[in-house]
C-alpha cells in the first residue's frame, strides 16, 4: 500500500471504475446548465439582446462550417451531407424572424425566445406525416441547441473538441454520449465527481482501457485545468500534485501490473474450464465497432453483449438500416464463427442521442427506456430489426431485446421481427432462419415470469446491472448511495437462481453480462449458481478465465448454497472473496506475486446448456 501524507500532494478517495494508471495535466470541463433562463429586458437593452443573437448565429455557422469539415475528412463527402441541412436551418428566415419579431413584443432574453420559437417549430415538424419533415425537426433541434449553447456560453464538452495535447479528464459527470467520442490518443483517463462502477460511463471506460475513477464527491470543484494528476483506477484514487515519490511508487506498480497481464496471457486459446473439467462460455461485451480487435485478442469466444446504442451516440444523425447492417455484419464477419448477441437498441435511462427527439424524464431509468421506447417508435425499431436479420446472414448472429418486462412486450417485438423476416423473404434478401432470439432478464419482473418468458425465446442473458438496480431501488449511477447497491444481497441471488432455475427447466442456456460477470470476487458466485456464459469487458476477460481455471465447480456450488441461505451480503461477499483469494492469489496483490503456472485438471465434460459456437 503507498503512504499519502507527503507535503503538496491530495488525495481524493472515489470509486475505480476502471483499471490502469495514468499521469499527466488535469483538463476540467465545466458543467453545462441545461434549463435556459427567463427574465424580462427594457426596450433599450432590445438592441443588445438581437446583437447577442446575431453573434451566437455566426457562432453557430462557424462551428458547424468546421464540423462538416473534419467529418468530411474522416468520413467522406457524404457523410458530411447532413451539416448542410443544418446550415440552412440557420438561414431560415421565418424562423430567424420570428425570434426577432418576438424578442420586439415580448421585451423577455432572447436566449428564453429562441427556445420558445424552436419548441414550436419542433413540434409542428415533428407531428407532421411527412417522413423528410419529421427528420428536420431533428435538424432545428440540434441547430438551437449549438445556438442555445453558444448564446449561454455553454461550453460543456467544447473544451474536448480543443483537445490537442494528452491529458487527463476531469469532471463533474460525463455522459456517455461524451464519452464514447474520447479521442484515445489524447485523453489518458478521467475522473469524475458522480457515477458508479455500472454507470454507462464507467462501462464505456473500460471498454476504451482507459483508466477512470468515478464519485469523487467534489473533486473537480477543487481543481484547475493544467494541475498535475496522477489517477489510480485500481484502487480508485485521484492524486493532485503527486510528488516525485508517489510517480516513482505507481511506476513501479505499473511494471508490476504490466508483467502480470503478460502471464495472464498465456490463458489466452485456453478453455475456460474449471478444475474439476466443467466449461462454461466466456464471451466479451462490445460497445463500438471498433472494439472488435480488442475482443479478438482478449481470448473471447465471441460477443456476449453488443451495445448497439453507441452506433447511435456517437453522429448526429439516425443509421440507416444500411449503415447499422454494414456496422454487424463487420462485427459477425470478424468473429466467426464464434457467436455475437445483438442487443436492441437500449436507450434512455442513463444514454441519450440529441438527434432522437427524447424528452426529459423525472425518472428516466423507470421511463422510456430500452424496449419501451423501440416499441412505440416502430419504424426505427423495424430498420433495426432488419438490419440484425439482414447480418445474420454471416451465420453467427444472436439477437436479444433488453428490458422487458411482460410476454406482452416480447410477444410484440417477436411479431415485428416476424414481420420483418416476411419482408426480407419477399425482397429475396438472405438472413438466417434458425437465427437464435433471446431475452435480458434485467428486472425482477422478468424474473418472476422466466418460465412463461422461457418458452418464448432460446437464450436468457441477465443484465445484472439493472436487476440490481431494479431490485434494490438503488440508481446504478448514484455514488452516493454506491454502498447499497449490493451484488450479495440475497435477493439478488436468489433472483439469479430462480432464472437459472426456470432457463434450465426449459432447456436454454443462460449468461450474464452485467459488471458482475467480470469481478473475479463474484464470478464464483455465478458459477456456482449455474450459468452457463459469461460476458465481461475484454480486458477482463483473461482474469476471469485464470480464475475459473483455478476453481473447483463443487467449490463454487458450495458458496452458492450458501449465499442462498444467507440473510444479508456482507456473509456471502466475504465467502466471495475468500474462495476467489484462495484460488487465484496472485488477481488480488496488484500483481506483485508471479501468477501461479495453469493447474493441472480433470477431462472436459460437455454441458448440454452451453451456447454453442455455431
Ligand atoms: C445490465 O443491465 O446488466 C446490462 C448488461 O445492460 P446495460 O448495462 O447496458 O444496461
Ligand atoms: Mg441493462
Not at 419533415?133 to 448564446?151: F, P, Q, S, T, Y
Not at 453522429?315 to 470478424?334: C, G, I, K, L, S
Not at 434450465?504 to 460477470?517: F, P, R
Not at 452457463?532 to 476453481?551: C, T
Request: with cysteine; net charge negative.
Amino acid at each position: 500500500m503507498l503512504e499519502f501524507s507527503r507535503l503538496g500532494e491530495q488525495v481524493f478517495q472515489g470509486i475505480a471504475a476502471a483499471a490502469g494508471i495514468a499521469r499527466g495535466k488535469a483538463l476540467l470541463i465545466e458543467r453545462s446548465e441545461r434549463q435556459v433562463p427567463r427574465y424580462d429586458v427594457s426596450e433599450s437593452d432590445l438592441p443588445r439582446e438581437l446583437e447577442r443573437f446575431e453573434s451566437a448565429l455566426t457562432a453557430t455557422r462557424r462551428q458547424i462550417h468546421e464540423t462538416k469539415r473534419q467529418v468530411s475528412e474522416a468520413m467522406g463527402a457524404d457523410a458530411a451531407g447532413i451539416f448542410d441541412a443544418h446550415l440552412l436551418v440557420l438561414e431560415d428566415q421565418t424562423l430567424v424572424g420570428e425570434v426577432t419579431r418576438l424578442a420586439e413584443s415580448q421585451r423577455t432574453n432572447i436566449d428564453s425566445i429562441v427556445e420558445q420559437v424552436a419548441d414550436k417549430y419542433v413540434r409542428t415538424l415533428s407531428s407532421l406525416e411527412d417522413d423528410y419533415l419529421r427528420e428536420r425537426a431533428k435538424d432545428v433541434r440540434d441547430v438551437i441547441n449549438r445556438v442555445l449553447d453558444n448564446l449561454l456560453n455553454r461550453r460543456h464538452g467544447a473544451e474536448l473538441a480543443a483537445l490537442r495535447e494528452p491529458c487527463i479528464i476531469v469532471a463533474e459527470d460525463l455522459a456517455p454520449s461524451l464519452t464514447a467520442q474520447l479521442r484515445r490518443d489524447l485523453v489518458l483517463g478521467f475522473a469524475t465527481d458522480i457515477g458508479s462502477k455500472t454507470s454507462h460511463t464507467a462501462i464505456l471506460a473500460r471498454s476504451l482501457r482507459l483508466p477512470a475513477v468515478v464519485g469523487l464527491q467534489t473533486a473537480s470543484r477543487l481543481m484547475r485545468t493544467g494541475q498535475s494528476v496522477l489517477l489510480d483506477g485500481y484502487n480508485g484514487l485521484l492524486i493532485l500534485n503527486p510528488t516525485d515519490q508517489a510517480l516513482y511508487e505507481y511506476g513501479q506498480v505499473e511494471r508490476r501490473h504490466f508483467r502480470f497481464e503478460e502471464r495472464l496471457h498465456e490463458v489466452h486459446d485456453q478453455p475456460a474450464i474449471t478444475l474439476d473439467a466443467h466449461r462454461i462460455t466466456l464471451s466479451a461485451n462490445l460497445e463500438q465497432v471498433a472494439g472488435v480487435e480488442a475482443v479478438q485478442s482478449s481470448g473471447a469466444e465471441g460477443v456476449g453483449l453488443f451495445r448497439t446504442e453507441f452506433l447511435f451516440i456517437k453522429r448526429h444523425t439516425t443509421p440507416t438500416e444500411q449503415e447499422q447492417y454494414e456496422a454487424y455484419r463487420q462485427v459477425a464477419a470478424a468473429l466467426k464463427p464464434h457467436p455475437v448477441v445483438i442487443r436492441t437498441l437500449d436507450l434512455g435511462g442513463d444514454k441519450f442521442v440529441s438527434h432522437l427527439e427524447m424528452p426529459s424524464e423525472l425518472n428516466p431509468f423507470l421511463g422510456w427506456r430500452a424496449i419501451r421506447f423501440c416499441l412505440q417508435e416502430e419504424a426505427l425499431f423495424r430498420s433495426q430489426l432488419r438490419a440484425i436479420l439482414r447480418a445474420s446472414a454471416e451465420g453467427n448472429v444472436k439477437m436479444m431485446y433488453p428490458m422487458v418486462c411482460s410476454v406482452e412486450e416480447l410477444d410484440a417485438a417477436n411479431a415485428l421481427l416476424d414481420r420483418c423476416r416476411i419482408e426480407l423473404r419477399a425482397e429475396g434478401v438472405p438472413f438466417d432462419e434458425s437465427m437464435e432470439v433471446g431475452v435480458m432478464i434485467e428486472v425482477p419482473s422478468a424474473v418472476m415470469i422466466a418460465d412463461n418468458l422461457a418458452r418464448r425465446v432460446k437464450f436468457f442473458s441477465l443484465g445484472t446491472n439493472d436487476l440490481i438496480q431494479y431490485t434494490l431501488a438503488v440508481d446504478r449511477t448514484n455514488e452516493k448511495i454506491a454502498h447499497l447497491y449490493s451484488p450479495t444481497h440475497p435477493a439478488i441471488v436468489r433472483l439469479i437462481q430462480l432464472a437459472v432455475e426456470a432457463a434450465h427447466q426449459h432447456g436454454i442456456w443462460v449468461g450474464v453480462c452485467g459488471e458482475m460477470a467480470g469481478d473475479p470476487v463474484l464470478a464464483p458466485l455465478l458459477l456456482g449458481l449455474g450459468i452457463d456464459e459469461l460476458s465481461v469487458a475484454p480486458p477482463l476477460v483473461p482474469r476471469i478465465k485464470f480464475l475459473i481455471r483455478r476453481l473447483k465447480l463443487a467449490e463454487a456450488q458450495e458458496l452458492a448454497d450458501f449465499a442462498l441461505t444467507s440473510d444479508s451480503a456482507g456473509p456471502t461477499l466475504e465467502r466471495c472473496q475468500a474462495l476467489a483469494r484462495h484460488a487465484a492469489p496472485s488477481l488480488f496483490d496488484d500483481g506483485a506475486q508471479p501468477a501461479d503456472a495453469d493447474p493441472p485438471r480433470m477431462e472436459p465434460r460437455s454441458s448440454p446448456t452451453t451456447p454453442s459456437v455455431l
